[in-house]
């Protein structure tokens, strides 16, 4: 069974670190795009960016680029966000999300069950 | 970056009622269109790929159509489990993505 297993709910100050994970079991982790979309309270899907773990090749939404660092682990099946200085406005819950492609689709079939993260003073 | 624009973005109807949520792409996208359903406090579940392909598991009263620019979900026949946020999501330029901006199903 395909499963994305994200690390739990943080509570960070302004300026602070943070680095989440999300770990893929049950394929071949190294096969899939594995891509970030952010959630703010109340607010719409917005995708953050991607990697491929096969080879690390990396892309960010041009609203997202410089913000934060996308990366992965393939000899763990785990993949990171992180961000070097959170603001407030970083708070919303985050989701990891697999890609598959093929022929005839382009989809998100599997989604990681999402890591809210809260920065407050 | 292709952009995606949803209408209405909320829309009330009723048990029964017939729903039809638009999608418009800044640009040609083909049919690399897909459409996800949200429910409070959970993870988007797809409903439609390719503009029309029902995946496997959601019932046929959903169904897509369109290409190109101009894209369509319809809901034929609403049931009480079908109130929550539907999402349109490009995938022509995968793999960046990019998600409209939602529309909410309410209750009448």
């Known amino acids: 069974e395909v499963q994305l297993v994200q690390s739990g709910a943080e509570v960070k100050k302004p300026g602070e670190s943070l680095k989440i994970s999300c770990k893929g079991s049950?394929?071949?982790?190294?096969?899939?795009?594995i891509g970030w979309v952010r959630q703010m309270p109340g607010k719409g899907l917005e995708w953050m960016g991607i990697i491929y773990p096969g080879d690390s090749d990396t892309r960010y939404s041009p609203s997202f680029q410089g913000q934060v660092t996308i990366s992965a682990d393939k000899s763990i099946s785990t993949a990171y966000l992180q961000w070097s200085s959170l603001k407030a406005s970083d708070t919303a819950m985050y989701y990891c999300a697999r890609l598959y492609s093929s022929s005839s689709s382009r989809i998100i079939d599997y989604w990681g069950q999402g890591t809210l993260v809260t920065v407050s003073s | 970056d292709i952009q995606m624009t949803q209408s209405p973005s909320s829309v009330s109807a009723s048990v029964g009622d017939r729903v039809t949520i638009t999608c418009r792409a800044s640009q040609g996208i083909s049919s690399w269109l897909a459409w996800y359903q949200q429910k409070p406090g959970k993870a988007p579940k797809l409903l439609i790929y390719a503009a029309s392909s029902l995946q496997s598991g959601v019932p046929s009263r959903f169904s897509g159509s369109g290409s190109g620019t101009d894209f369509t979900l319809t809901i034929s026949s609403l049931q009480p489990e079908d109130f929550a946020t539907y999402y349109c999501q490009q995938a022509n330029s995968f793999p960046a993505l990019t998600f409209g901006g939602g529309t909410k199903v309410e209750i009448k």
């Open positions: 049950g394929y071949s982790f190294t096969s899939y795009w």
